[in-house]
Every structure is written in structure tokens, then in C-alpha cells.
């Protein structure tokens, strides 16, 4: 086997782990409105509920105590108010206490109840309570772990003056991210990929006859060129990375897409297979509550299966298929086919001129 086939290929896939370690960390960062706040899972064995009241207490495993959340049975509650209570366990008075709306219970995964700050709170035993005014019963805890989370809220200008306790941070918090629960979900998503790949080289080397090669090595080199892969890169970005929704975006990729298919003649096949990888997402992103990559991995879907059934149409079009022969419509592909084939020059001009480098 060719050396430099190999080490590309290993660079390949070095590079799609990178992505998806890249992309997992991107994830989370966005799913984190307050970077300078930690949490830490606590244990249910000290929560208890009874006569319609839930309270417990914890161990606090750090300084700046500021907010628990609490994961509470989905059920249908009334429109009336109930009360909030935390405060150290060696204490008498309550820290503080709040009157909430109990309807908001139920809006989120957990109810995140917040209070002032307990700067000097590490290793400290709290005690909470949560009630209901009216006394009525339907407020219980969830049967889903973790039930209980304690979030501590750094002032940010600490980190400034004390650079230690800024990594201390960061690794309690990645790792608070891996030891998550649908961690590995997400992890799996954006590994895909990789694994993708990996089964590809299997397939190739193991179970596909050297006839067949020839046929998948064509379909692939079709892909290689830059201008697709861009196009690829930024559709895959717009799925996994942003989160806002927006037509401009789709349209204009779209777009690009039905030229890159113009430009390198690509058949509908092509378009098919895209739609097909991005269907096969979206149970994945489900089952990882990324409702918003699945939504728009749902998107894209349905636009290449649209450009897919166009292609396939001009394809079995005795018709189409005369048009394509007629001298203008050669005229006005050229320009076209032009642009993309010097975008693609000069990207890899610019590798070989780093690599000489």
C-alpha cells in the first residue's frame, strides 16, 4: 500500500477527532449562558418529601454558593404560590427565602432557585425546603437523576487575581461536562463522523472486492474537491454549531450547493446520499436533546432529497437532456464551472505552499 495514502489517511482521521472533541466543546459552551458558574451533582439520599414539602440538605464542595436546581415530577400544578427556603444547617434563621409561582416548576428539565451568594460556603452543610402555600398535594421530585445540583457563581474578577484558581475551575467544570449524563450522547453525535470513516476504511479493505473500489474511490473523489467540501463544512456548522435559524443561511447554501452540482456535473445520487446522512442524524440528535441540530438536520434533509428529485428528473429527461446540448446553456455553465475550478486552485496552492514552507 502506498505510504503517502496511508499517512493521509491517518491524518484524515486524526483531524475528524480533533473536529468532534471541537465541536462537543462548542456544544457545551453554547448550552452554558453563565461561564463563570459551576455545578456539581448532589445526592438524593438526604432529600426527602412529606405532608406536600420538599427539603433536604447537602455538602457544599465549594465557595460562592449561589444556586440549586431541583429536578421535580412533571405534573400539572395550579396556579398558586409556594415557598423557598435555604440556610445553614448550624444556623436559626433561614439565608433566604422566596415566594415562587409553582407553575414555572415545570418549564425547564430543573427549576433553578437562586439566592445571594455564600462566598465562604465549601464544606458547609445546607438545608432547603420547598412548599406549597396552599398546602394541596402535586409537587414531588423527579425519579430522574440527578435530582439535586448545587452551582457555585465565581465573581469573575477573582480569576484575574488568582490564575490557580481559574484552571482548578475549568477542570472541575469539563469535568463536570463529561460526567454529565447525556455527555456521551452528544460525544457519539459528533463522533459519527469518525466512526464513519473508520467503517468506510473497514469496508474498503475488508469486505469490498477491488471492483467495487474503483466505484466508491470515484464517488469520494467527487467530494474532495475544496469547493464541496466548504460547502459541506458550512452546512455542517450551520447543523451543529449555530443555533439560531435563519433562511438567508439555508437559502444561500442551497444555492451553492445546486452550483457545485452544476460545476462538477455531480447525479443525484450524490444529493440523495447527503440527505440520507443527514436523516440518520437526526434520531441520534434527538435522543441527545438536541432538538435544534435535529430540527435543522431535518431541514437539510428535505432540501436534498427537493435538489436529489430535480436531478433525477433532468437525468430520465429525454427532453432535459437536449437542452443541456444546446450551445448557450455550455456558454453559461462555463463562467460557472470556471469560478469554482480556480476557487479550488487556490486552495490548494495555498497547502502545497504551506507544506513547502
Not at 75 to 91: A, H, P, T, W
Amino acid at each position: 500500500m502506498n505510504k503517502n495514502n496511508v499517512f493521509l489517511k491517518i491524518v484524515v482521521g486524526v483531524l475528524l477527532f480533533i473536529l468532534s472533541l471541537g465541536l462537543s466543546l462548542v456544544y457545551f459552551l453554547n448550552s452554558d449562558i453563565n461561564p463563570n458558574i459551576r455545578s456539581h451533582d448532589e445526592s438524593s439520599l438526604d432529600i426527602i418529601q412529606k405532608n406536600n414539602v420538599i427539603s433536604g440538605k447537602f455538602k457544599s464542595s465549594d465557595n460562592y454558593l449561589g444556586i440549586i436546581s431541583v429536578r421535580l415530577r412533571n405534573e400539572s400544578i395550579n396556579s398558586e404560590d409556594s415557598v423557598f427556603k435555604i440556610k445553614n444547617i448550624l444556623d436559626d434563621n433561614w439565608h433566604h427565602i422566596a415566594t415562587i409561582s409553582a407553575t414555572q416548576y415545570y418549564t425547564q428539565p430543573f427549576y433553578s432557585f437562586g439566592f445571594p451568594v455564600i462566598e465562604k460556603s465549601k464544606d458547609k452543610v445546607y438545608q432547603f425546603e420547598i412548599k406549597l402555600l396552599s398546602g394541596n398535594r402535586g409537587l414531588s421530585l423527579s425519579k430522574q437523576e440527578p435530582v439535586l445540583v448545587s452551582s457555585y457563581a465565581y465573581p469573575k474578577e477573582i480569576f484575574l487575581k488568582n490564575p490557580r484558581l481559574l484552571l482548578r475551575f475549568i477542570r472541575n467544570k469539563v469535568s463536570y461536562y463529561l460526567h454529565s449524563q447525556d455527555s456521551w450522547k452528544v460525544y457519539f453525535v459528533y463522533n459519527l463522523p469518525l466512526l464513519l470513516y473508520l467503517l468506510y476504511i473497514l469496508a474498503l479493505h475488508r469486505f469490498i472486492s477491488d471492483k467495487n473500489k474503483n466505484r466508491f474511490k470515484k464517488i469520494f473523489k467527487n467530494f474532495a474537491n475544496p469547493t464541496i467540501i466548504t460547502i459541506l463544512v458550512a452546512m455542517a456548522i450551520d447543523i451543529f454549531v449555530i443555533r439560531k435559524y435563519t433562511n438567508s443561511t439555508t437559502s444561500w447554501l442551497t444555492l451553492l450547493w445546486i452550483l457545485g452540482v452544476i460545476s462538477y456535473r455531480l447525479e443525484a445520487k450524490y444529493s440523495f446520499g447527503l440527505a440520507l446522512i443527514f436523516l440518520t442524524f437526526c434520531p441520534f440528535l434527538l435522543s441527545a436533546n438536541m432538538n435544534w441540530a435535529a430540527e435543522k438536520s431535518a431541514i437539510w434533509t428535505y432540501m436534498m432529497l427537493a435538489i436529489g428529485t430535480f436531478q433525477s428528473l433532468f437525468e430520465i429527461s429525454p427532453f432535459l437532456q437536449k437542452m443541456k446540448k444546446i450551445y448557450l446553456v455550455k456558454t453559461s455553465i462555463k463562467p460557472l464551472r470556471f469560478i469554482f475550478l480556480s476557487f479550488d486552485h487556490l486552495i490548494i496552492n495555498f497547502f502545497i505552499k504551506r507544506k513547502m514552507n
